[in-house]
């Protein structure tokens, strides 16, 4: 691979992992204050459904994550294993289509729960 894919997949790591780390932060904040505000998760839900914001937000935060996870594994399995080149590619590949899929999925049905 060249120096040029790897730094550029360096940047997509810290990048993401700076997305990440106040997404996890906003979600977790939220839900405990939710939680203690004695709202159930389906009364949460109900709040959250149809909200273009919360929508967006949970859009980035599936982005980065379908980034973030696939290189860091890569790195991990080139460190650990044999894997390397197209192989390691389109299984790494798969795997960010997956999470990217499956969770907008999952944020957009939350975004039209109730709606169906």
């Known amino acids: 691979?060249?120096?040029?894919?790897?730094?550029?997949?360096?940047?997509a790591q810290r990048a993401t992992a700076a997305v990440l780390a106040l997404a996890v932060i906003?979600?977790?904040a939220t839900v405990v204050y939710a939680v203690r505000g004695g709202l159930s998760g389906v009364e949460i839900i109900e709040r959250?459904?149809?909200n273009?914001?919360?929508?967006?937000?949970?859009?980035?935060?599936?982005?980065?994550?379908?980034i973030h996870a696939p290189l860091g594994l890569r790195t991990v399995l080139t460190e650990m294993t044999r894997l390397r080149g197209i192989t390691l590619?389109?299984?790494?590949?798969l795997l960010?289509?997956?999470?990217a899929v499956l969770g907008w999925r999952a944020?957009?049905?939350?975004?039209?729960?109730?709606?169906?």
């Open 48 to 50: 959250v459904q149809g």
């Open 89 to 93: 590619g389109v299984m790494l590949g």
């Open 1 to 11: 691979m060249s120096t040029r894919s790897e730094v550029r997949m360096w940047i």
């Open 107 to 116: 944020a957009f049905i939350l975004f039209a729960y109730g709606d169906t």
């Open 52 to 66: 273009v914001g919360w929508l967006l937000f949970y859009i980035v935060f599936v982005f980065a994550a379908a």
């Open 96 to 99: 960010g289509l997956m999470i």
């Open 26 to 28: 906003v979600h977790i």
